[in-house]
Every structure is written in C-alpha cells, then in structure tokens.
C-alpha cells in the first residue's frame, strides 16, 4: 500500500514534468509554488536531532537534488568545535554559477548554501534562501543536541575518573578514555598511564586514529606527576578550543587524585599485607596480585611470568647456626631481590625460606634472564651475612601465562611443579615449565587445568588421578 511519501514524491514527479512542458503562464507558476513547496515540506521532515550536523546537512542536499531542478548543491559550515564540512550533492557547482544564501545560527552566519542552477529555467535565488532558513532551523537543532551529548561526554568522564575501582582500576581507565574520544573536536584519545596503582605502564585508547586515514591532525597532549599523558587528535579545520583543552586537563586533574588516592588506600593494605620480617609481600598480596595480573593479562594480550625461588641450603643454615642468622639470610636475599627486580614487580615471601615474583608483562624468555640474575644475586648477598666457609644457593622454577596456564591457580602449581624438578635436577638451577599452550595470545584457548598439549597444540592427556589427588589449593602452605 503506498504511503503518504509515495504519493507526495509522484505529485512531485507529475510537477516537475508538467514544468517541463509549460510554457508560463499561470500554471507553471502554481507549479513551480508546488515544487518549492513540497522540496521545503520535505526538509523540514527530516529530524535533526537523530544525526550530527554533517549527516543532517548532507541528507537536506541529497533532498535539495532529487525534489527540485537543480544540477547541484553543496554547503560549507563552521561551528566553533565542529571540522567545517564542505557537503555536496549533484553535479559540483562552479564558483560563477548558482544562488548563495547565508545559513545562520542564532543570527550569526556560520555557512552558506550553494543551490545549482535550474534545469528547467527557474528562478532559483529565492528557493535558495527559502531552503537555508530551513537548514538553519534544523542545524542549530542538531547542534544544540550534539552540544549537550558532548557536554555529557565531559560530566561522563569527571564521574568516572573520580570513582575509579580501586579493584580493576585498568577497566575504569578504559572506559574515562572513551568519554575523552566524544569531546568536542575529537575524534581519538590515548590515555598512558605509568603508575603503581595500575602496575605495569597501561595505553588505553578509544575513536578513530586520524593518523590511519592520513589527514592531518592538531594533537593535545597533558602530562602530571602521576605519568598520566592524553594525545587528543582533531579532524582537519579545527581552531584551537581552549574550552576542550581545559576540560581534558580537568579530567587528567581529577584522575591525579583518584590514583592517589587509591595509592594511599593501597599503601595501608600493603601493610596488612607486608612479611614483618622482610619486609616483602605475604600470601594475601600473592593471591590479589597474581589474580589481578592474569585478569589484565587476559583482557590486554598480555604475559605474566612466576618465578618460584626456594634457598638451597637453609635448613641447614638455621639448625647449625641459629635462627637469628637465618633471619639475616632472608632479609639479605629480600634486599637483593628487590634490587634485582623491576618496580613493576611483586615479591612476596611464600613461607619458610621459598619466595614467589610475579612479573606482569614478561614472557619466558625475560623471567628465564631474571632468574639467572637472581640465581648469582642471592648467593651474593647471603655471603655478606654467613661466615667463612658457609654458603647457599637457590634453585628456581618458572612458570608463565598463558603458555603454561591459564589462570592463577594452575600457574601457581606449574611454578611450584617447575621448582620441584629444579631440586631433583640437583639444585642451584632454573627450571621452565612445560608451555602447554604457546598459542593462546593468538586466540587460541589455554589448555584447562589438567591437560597437557602435544607439540600441535592437541591435547594428549589429562592429569594422572593420583597426581590430582595431590593438588594444591593456590596458597595452602606446602
């Protein structure tokens, strides 16, 4: 069943033939009132508020083209946040052709309508500003919606980096990033992030890269002490806003106090958390840390390395010469292994004389170098408290996700497997666990807990029962 617009577009047609055939005379002006009419009927139909500004004006000039008789129309525009756009429909307009008529906001002109000439001898001048006054009406209504979602954009943005979740403060990142992207003027953001609280340096970004589409871009960039950096890159024609540039440093501002804020807050659990003997990272901090570690790992295409130490020696240490001396021990290997680490890493000490590094961001290759490196730095530094004659050393077992498993309680038991088999090969070693799935930052899926992969990535078998029945809870003392 045809519809109200079926029947206005064959009125439409049926006049536009009609004027082609008319000579004058009062019917070809009654048509040529019915075609400018019905053109400027069909305009104002169009909802401005459903689309950004160069979506609305491009949709009117589609219309301008196809209801009235005119080679062609284009429209240039300037709105102070807004890349001026230079929209046409039709064949192009030449510069000594066509009828202009200013196109206004609020009484001040911020573009023109360009409308071709008439392809059945009409004067256009008039429908020409007939149909800006239209576009005028409809733009500042397009303008003010796009106005009040970009100023939502800014209060989105002011919430978000003032509540970040001090449990998963990488996702709230991500989403005061995206808000950034639909500021005024800007079509990509990067948020850097190089803090504690957030562990190893974070790049979170949202909208579309300029960059990728090779037009030139006017880039903002902000840095605070907290290493926060926002690139804001804008599309071409855009004037400097100084409104935007301050409302981003407004948000950096705010996301410098969230972040000390959850610095402070984790210091005091950091205490909760600390060995008082050496000052290292208890088992609390292991299970939060490691959990946290694989959960950004997983979201980012990441790696995370355990490095399992256990002191070779020890015992012997404590029962011959007292336990005072073996405190010295572990305080001396603590000092060494911080020293030896990265900041970015989290020591603890898992119980007795064995002590876990978790190591966000390295892959096997780097955790194997780290643990050369701790495997000359402890003896070293045990040497410095021991006396003459007496030693220790310390074997290591490696394990990383997701290439020996794929979640914190499995990469726990490959560590601790990893580091069993260092103390049979004769101590004083570094062991690597099996990596059962090499694939899996490629989008293939971790073997479960359990399984173990052939050199295809086919999975041979499952866990012998009885060594199932000797699984571990995570942290459960050994």
């Not at 898992?350 to 003896?379: H, K, L, N, T, Y």
């Not at 088999?421 to 971790?446: C, F, I, N, Q, S």
């Not at 866990?463 to 050994?478: G, I, M, N, V």
């Amino acid at each position: 069943m045809s519809t109200a617009l079926d029947r206005l577009d064959a009125v439409q047609r049926d006049a536009l033939e009609r004027l082609r055939r008319a000579d004058g005379g009062v019917e070809r002006d009654l048509l040529v009132q019915l075609v400018e009419t019905s053109c400027l009927l069909e305009l104002a139909k169009i909802d401005a508020t459903r689309f950004d500004p160069a979506a609305y004006l491009q949709q009117c000039l589609d219309v301008v083209v196809e209801l009235f008789p005119v080679t062609g129309a284009a429209i240039t525009v300037q709105v102070d946040w807004w890349p001026e756009p230079a929209l046409e429909a039709g064949a192009p307009v030449p510069s000594v052709e066509g009828s202009r008529a200013d196109v206004t906001i609020d009484g001040e002109r911020v573009g023109q309508l360009t409308v071709g000439r008439s392809v059945v001898a009409l004067e256009v001048a008039g429908f020409a500003q007939a149909a800006a006054a239209q576009l005028s009406s409809g733009l500042a209504a397009c303008v003010e919606v796009e106005r009040q979602r970009r100023g939502a954009s800014v209060a989105n943005a002011m919430r978000l980096a003032a509540d970040l979740d001090p449990q998963d403060p990488s996702r709230s990142l991500e989403a005061v990033v995206e808000q950034l992207a639909a500021f005024s003027g800007t079509e990509y953001a990067e948020l850097i992030v190089d803090h504690p609280v957030v562990g190893a340096p974070l790049v979170a970004r949202a909208g579309i890269d300029a960059a990728l589409g090779d037009l030139p871009s006017r880039v903002t960039s902000r840095e605070l002490e907290v290493g926060l950096v926002v690139v804001k890159r804008a599309g071409p024609g855009v004037a400097d806003d100084h409104s935007t540039d301050l409302m981003v440093s407004s948000v950096l501002e705010q996301l410098d106090l969230s972040l000390t804020r959850i610095e402070r807050t984790m210091r005091l659990e950091r205490e909760v958390e600390t060995d008082p003997l050496t000052g290292l990272g208890n088992r609390r901090r292991l299970e939060r840390v490691l959990t946290g570690a694989i959960v950004r790992a997983g979201r980012y295409g990441e790696r995370v390395a355990l490095i399992v130490l256990d002191l070779d020696g020890f015992k012997g240490v404590n029962d011959s010469l007292g336990r005072d001396v073996g405190d010295l021990v572990l305080r001396a290997c603590a000092r060494s292994l911080q020293q030896a680490s990265n900041g970015y890493d989290e020591i603890v000490r898992f119980g007795g004389d064995e002590i876990v590094v978790v190591s966000q961001g390295s892959d096997a290759v780097a955790a194997a170098q780290m643990a050369e490196c701790f495997r000359s730095a402890i003896p070293a530094a045990a040497a410095t408290v021991l006396p003459p004659g007496r030693s220790i050393t310390v074997s290591v077992g490696i394990a990383t996700y997701p290439d020996s498993a794929g979640d914190a309680e499995s990469l726990m038991r490959a560590g601790d497997a990893a580091l069993r088999e260092a103390k049979r090969a004769g101590k004083d070693t570094v062991v690597m666990a099996p990596l059962v799935a090499p694939l899996a930052l490629d989008g293939a899926r971790p073997a479960p807990a359990g399984e173990q992969r052939a050199d295809d990535g086919a999975v041979t078998g499952a866990e012998p029962p009885e060594q199932a029945r000797r699984r571990r809870s995570l942290f459960r003392r050994r």
